[in-house]
Structures are given as C-alpha cells and as structure tokens.
C-alpha cells in the first residue's frame, strides 16, 4: 500500500496519476476535502480508500498502521499558502503534523518522500543548492516557507534525513489546481484573464534592474515534476533535492506562452503589487538541479512553451482533469 497525503491536491492528485501510470492502485489517500472542489481531481484515479487528514492521524498515533505493509509515503499535505499569516496554524499543519508522520516511517522504515519548498531558500542570498549542511543559514521571507524550514532543520537535528528524501518544489503548476483560490498558478490565471477580458495582468516590478514582467522564477510542470519524484523513490537517495526546471524564466515568457497557446495576440497590464507583498516578494529564483542529476535522472522538464500548451489545450479548455486522458 501507497500513502499519499494531499492526494486530491495538485502535486498530490498527480503523485497518485503517476502510480497508476505505473500499475498502482493499492493507494490510501488522505486530504481535507470539506466543501471545496478538490473531489473533482480524484474522479478520473484509482485507488483503494480515502480518509480525512485528522482521523488519519489519530489513527497513526494509536497503531492502527503498525504492522500493516506500507510500500511507502508521499506527505504532500499541508498549507501551501505563502500569504497565510496564522504561525500557529502553519507550524501544526505544515511542521508538526509533518514530524509525527516522519518519527512513524522512521520508526517503521518506511520510504517517505515529503515536500519541503523553494520558499525556504528567501531571497536567494545564500543561493539555491539543497545542500543539507547548510540549511541553518536559510532565511525564508515568509511564514509558509519556515514551516518548511522548521522541519528540514528538525529532521537533520534528528538524522531522519538519512533516510527521508525532502522535496524542494520550485513554482509547480499544471492539471488539477482549480480548487487552489488565490494560489492558482499564474498559469491557469492567464487562462482566465486571456478568456474572459483579452488580456493578463501581471506586478510591475519595484527593483530598478528588473524591468516589468522581468521578474524570474523557476517554472514547472506537475507532470515533471512527479516523474522527479518517482525517479528519487525507487533510488537509494535521502535528504534534501531541489524539484525545478533549473531555469529562470521571466513572468512575461510565461504569459506568452499562454496567449500563444490560445492563438491570441499578447496584451499585458502591468499593475501594482499590494504593499503586503513587496518586502516579501521573489525576484528570482532558479533550482540546481545537479544533485538529482548526479543520481543519473537525465530526462529534460518539457520547455515552458511546450507544457503550458500542453496544460491549456489538453486539460484547460476541454475542462479535463489527470487521468482523463
């Protein structure tokens, strides 16, 4: 049996597409589905059972899961909010719940893959190489981002990274994100901007060498980015990897690429960007991605033009979902 937590999530959703890809379908997934639409995502899979996130751990902490085989983890369940600004309910649902999961597959030795996140490199001073002996020095510039700090660091302090693989997630997007409100990619936002009105509205820029729309981030797509980590479960590997395309790419490419994929002309508005974010904002961020290549993981992340047509044309406009196909 696979555990897949988050499993109606985007990277989750997409976890368990790729197990059944793979001829797995003795899956449990765990999430909180409450009202929201993240239903939809689990339609079109296979798999065995779902529970709700906290009768999971209750019964985690009381052994219901001792003694059953468990072929492994995927803990993609958490807050993935980086506007969220309640500590306290971050440090419970992103860490602690986080590290009860872990101390289980420790204890058990069960392979646990978990996300960790990009966010916690900050403002990318100390650069962006996961290198596990120096994560002590990163300063992530929001909440979000120390949760997940909080647990790369307690799980090193402990030496579960010896045996846990964390994943550093660069700006995923792709299938399976509608139900994410105001964190949809600026993908799926360009979809709907480019739709309805014609054009897309993208920040202006308030550092003087990057002009608007300049901005770079490492893009990619979730399809990618799950063949990463099927790649990192079925090696020896543990610790920290980067999960990116190892490019830096520009706000504005991406929006072509989506006007493009739509067949229409480029139209962008640049507006201004709320206060609340302008000291926490990322100009640019870019994965190294030579450690998972150093494992012998050669394959190449679609190019950004080629997977944003992809995400539009064959999920976006027919209204399709992963496993649809």
């Given at each position: 049996?696979?555990?897949?937590?988050?499993?109606?999530?985007?990277?989750?959703?997409?976890?368990?597409?790729?197990?059944?890809?793979?001829?797995?379908?003795?899956?449990?997934?765990?999430?909180?589905?409450?009202?929201?639409?993240?239903?939809?995502?689990?339609?079109?899979?296979?798999?065995?059972?779902?529970?709700?996130?906290?009768?999971?751990?209750?019964?985690?902490?009381?052994?219901?899961?001792?003694?059953?085989?468990?072929?492994?983890?995927?803990?993609?369940?958490?807050?993935?909010?980086?506007?969220?600004?309640?500590?306290?309910?971050?440090?419970?649902?992103?860490?602690?719940?986080?590290?009860?999961?872990?101390?289980?597959?420790?204890?058990?030795?069960?392979?646990?893959?978990?996300?960790?996140?990009?966010?916690?490199?900050?403002?990318?001073?100390?650069?962006?190489?996961?290198?596990?002996?120096?994560?002590?020095?990163?300063?992530?510039?929001?909440?979000?981002g120390y949760s997940k700090?909080?647990?790369?660091?307690?799980?090193?302090?402990?030496?579960?990274?010896?045996?846990?693989?964390?994943?550093?997630?660069?700006?995923?997007?792709?299938?399976?994100?509608?139900?994410?409100?105001?964190?949809?990619?600026?993908?799926?936002?360009?979809?709907?901007?480019?739709?309805?009105?014609?054009?897309?509205?993208?920040?202006?820029?308030?550092?003087?060498?990057?002009?608007?729309?300049?901005?770079?981030?490492?893009?990619?797509?979730?399809?990618?980015?799950?063949?990463?980590?099927?790649?990192?479960?079925?090696?020896?590997?543990?610790?920290?990897?980067?999960?990116g395309s190892g490019k830096?790419?520009?706000?504005?490419?991406?929006?072509?690429?989506?006007?493009?994929?739509?067949?229409?002309?480029?139209?962008?508005?640049?507006?201004?960007?709320?206060?609340?974010?302008?000291?926490?904002?990322?100009?640019?961020?870019?994965?190294?991605?030579?450690?998972?290549?150093?494992?012998?993981?050669?394959?190449?992340?679609?190019?950004?033009?080629?997977?944003?047509h992809d995400y539009i044309?064959?999920?976006?406009?027919?209204?399709?979902?992963?496993?649809?196909?």
């Open positions: 049996m696979f555990i897949v937590t988050g499993g109606s999530g985007l990277i989750g959703s997409a976890v368990v597409w790729e197990l059944n890809k793979n001829g797995i379908d003795d899956i449990l997934i765990v999430d909180h589905l409450g009202t929201s639409d993240k239903w939809k995502n689990l339609a079109p899979l296979r798999y065995d059972d779902y529970m709700e996130k906290e009768d999971f751990l209750t019964k985690l902490e009381h052994n219901f899961f001792s003694g059953k085989k468990i072929d492994g983890v995927f803990h993609l369940g958490a807050c993935s909010a980086t506007t969220e600004r309640d500590a306290t309910y971050l440090i419970e649902n992103n860490f602690r719940y986080t590290a009860r999961l872990a101390e289980f597959c420790v204890e058990n030795y069960i392979r646990m893959i978990y996300a960790s996140s990009c966010a916690t490199y900050g403002d990318g001073s100390c650069g962006y190489a996961d290198d596990e002996s120096t994560i002590e020095k990163l300063r992530p510039m929001n909440m979000y700090q909080m647990f790369d660091l307690y799980a090193r302090r402990r030496g579960w990274l010896e045996q846990l693989v964390g994943c550093k997630f660069s700006n995923v997007y792709g299938p399976n994100e509608r139900h994410k409100a105001d964190m949809r990619s600026v993908v799926l936002r360009c979809y709907e901007q480019i739709t309805s009105c014609g054009r897309m509205k993208l920040f202006k820029s308030y550092r003087k060498e990057y002009a608007d729309g300049e901005q770079l981030r490492d893009f990619l797509y979730v399809k990618d980015a799950v063949k990463m980590m099927w790649f990192l479960y079925n090696s020896s590997a543990s610790g920290l990897f980067n999960i830096a790419e520009s706000w504005n490419k991406l929006a072509g690429a989506a006007f493009a994929a739509l067949n229409k002309p480029v139209d962008i508005e640049y507006i201004d960007m709320p206060e609340s974010l302008r000291d926490r904002y990322q100009y640019y961020t870019c994965a190294e991605m030579d450690k998972l290549r150093g494992l012998g993981y050669a394959e190449e992340p679609l190019s950004l033009e080629d997977a944003v044309v064959n999920y976006l406009v027919p209204g399709k979902y992963l496993g649809d196909e």
